[in-house]
């Protein structure tokens, strides 16, 4: 007897065990089922069934290696350009936050002129309400985040007030981490114009270039 004889045969054996009628030539309609059943589960025993679980496998090392590359290459091209939009964001609220000061300290001048430039960030801020009147001491003329002297990815200061009442300040912004918060430097004086420098500035005066 043939091998799909043996396999029918044993078909028709199972089944009848199983309390379903086999006929020679119609097999019932529950039998065809169960046969059904049967080729399938014998197919996914045999090479066919071997292939399509291999085509089903996970994706190769070099497919995931080609995936890796271009998400790098994506990253090199990103990454830069993302750190220097921060760059030019940071230094764009510098050179705001060094006219925020300029104008606090003209008015802080012309409200106490009988001690002219403020010399701290502390006497310029202050946390006045309705009820607390200002003071050379606590003007409420800039906000809190800014009189801690660090404001995005930059450190403010007030140095060189001189005089009695102070006549000359300067206001220097200098990046938290240079390369990285800024490359600039920025500072102003008396006269109210900002200027830039791409080293670190101690003193600011006439000798450093406006900004543009």
């Known amino acids: 007897m043939t091998k799909p004889a043996n396999d029918r045969a044993g078909l028709q054996i199972a089944l009848h065990s199983q309390g379903l009628r086999v006929?020679?030539?119609?097999?019932s309609t529950a039998c065809k089922v169960q046969q059904s059943c049967w080729e399938l589960g014998?197919?996914?025993?045999?090479?066919?069934?071997?292939?399509?679980?291999?085509?089903?496998?996970?994706?190769?090392?070099?497919?995931l290696l080609i995936v890796v590359a271009i998400i790098l290459v994506i990253a090199a091209i990103a990454v830069p350009s993302f750190l220097q939009s921060r760059i030019s964001a940071y230094q764009s609220a510098a050179v705001a936050s060094i006219r925020t000061l300029n104008t606090a300290q003209v008015t802080y001048n012309s409200t106490y002129p009988t001690v002219g430039f403020a010399a701290s960030l502390s006497s310029l801020a202050g946390t006045c309400t309705g009820t607390t009147t200002p003071t050379s001491s606590s003007a409420c003329l800039i906000d809190s985040q800014l009189a801690t002297g660090t404001r995005s990815g930059y450190i403010f200061t007030l140095t060189n007030v001189s005089g009695t009442p102070a006549a000359n300040y300067n206001a220097i912004a200098s990046p938290v981490l240079l390369n990285y918060s800024g490359v600039h430097y920025y500072c102003s004086f008396a006269d109210g114009v900002v200027r830039v420098s791409t080293t670190a500035i101690t003193t600011c005066d006439g000798s450093v270039t406006p900004q543009q």
């Open 23 to 27: 006929g020679a030539h119609r097999p």
């Open 42 to 63: 014998w197919m996914g025993l045999s090479g066919t069934g071997r292939r399509v679980m291999r085509r089903t496998r996970g994706f190769s090392l070099i497919e």
